[in-house]
C-alpha cells in the first residue's frame, strides 16, 4: 500500500490478501511521518461530515489541523465496499477497482491492481 498526493491510495494484490485476511493495512503518508491506517469491518456504523455510506477517516491526534502535526488517520472500510474494490467488474489488472469519498480533511480516492508489489510504478 502507498499514497500519492492528497489521498489518493493504491492497492495491490498483497494489500488484498492481507486485508482480506483481516490485517490493518499501513503505509506512510506524504513522505511525511504521518502513517495511514486502513481498516476493514463488516459495517462501518459512523459517518463524517460529506463521507460515504460504508467509508469513515479520522485523523489524531484531532486538535492538530496540519498533516504535518498529525501523527495518523485511519480509514475504516465496510466489508462490502471492501469487495467492491477488490472484485471489479472489469479487468482487475488493467482496469482495476476504485472507490472515493470526500471527507472533512480532504478527497480519498483509493484504487486497487490485481499485480505484486514489484509491479508497482515508482
Known sequence: MRTGCGFNVTLDLKDKEDGDAGKVLECKLFELNTKLFLHIFSRVP???FL??????IVGKPKEKKSDEERERY??????ERWISLTNPTEDPIVDGGYCASRSRYDRVDIKYFAIGPKFKPQ
Open 74 to 79: 485511519d480509514i475504516y472500510l465496510s466489508k
Open 46 to 48: 459512523w459517518k463524517g
Open 51 to 56: 463521507e460515504e455510506p460504508g467509508f469513515h
